[in-house]
């Protein structure tokens, strides 16, 4: 009986020490989708989602969607061996943060518009390899006034507006270059009469 309670003790032992290594086919995914504290779901209505979050690859937003939440998870249950997680958003920073122990949650606030990388690693507390990663490239829409159609619609009332500024000039130069003819014209015209007054006086005196 002793050596039996021996051997069940032994084989708990080492069973207990396999459940502290972290399995090396350890999958993260992001799993939830929270925007301005409002759970999103596929197809709910607010054209977000398509389908699961899992399977997203790319996440479109706008530029109201000031608040957004991920959920994470990982398919490891053993609490001896949690992994410690850290997470980038490239387009915003190039630093890897990481996480408080039992945080499974990524938190984003007032994100310009743009493009962005999430990525999201499960790091091992044993040896600090990476163990698991996932992904999620983020388009933030900007509102009308600065999207790319708004700026050709400025660029085309800028256009017209050189346009009319460049008639309203070259109109007024004609106008001053018609004036300045039609004065030099009076000027001449002006200097004829005065010869001619001047010819006619001068014969009308030889005469008398």
């Given amino acids: 009986m002793a050596i039996y309670r021996r051997d069940i003790r ?3 032992k080492k069973f207990e020490e396999k459940l502290t290594d972290i399995p090396r086919d350890m999958t993260i995914r992001l799993v939830g989708l929270w ?15 398509k389908k699961s979050l ?6 479109k937003l706008n530029y ?26 490239s387009g915003f920073s190039d630093e890897w943060t990481e996480l408080p122990p039992g945080v499974s949650k990524l938190n984003f606030m007032r994100l310009n518009p743009g493009k962005y990388k999430l990525e999201l690693q499960a790091i091992s507390p044993s040896d600090g390899e990476v163990n698991a990663t996932t992904s999620l490239d983020l388009k933030i829409k900007p509102p009308f006034y600065r999207s790319w159609l708004a700026f050709l619609l400025y660029l085309l009332i800028l256009s017209v507006v050189l346009w009319r500024i460049m008639e309203f000039n070259r109109s007024q130069l004609l106008l001053k270059t018609s004036l300045e ?17 001047r010819f006619f006086t001068n014969i009308s005196h030889e005469f008398r």
């Fill in 64 to 89: 109201k969607h000031s608040m957004v939440t991920c959920d994470f998870a990982v398919d490891n249950f053993i609490p001896a061996s949690q992994p410690t997680y850290r997470y980038r958003l």
């Fill in 181 to 197: 003819y039609e004065k030099k014209e009076k000027e001449n015209l002006e200097a004829v009469n005065q010869s001619k007054l």
């Fill in 35 to 49: 925007i301005n504290n409002k759970l999103i779901q596929p197809n709910d209505g607010s054209k977000v989602l």
């Fill in 10 to 12: 032994q084989v708990a």
């Fill in 54 to 59: 899992p399977y997203v690859k790319t996440l």
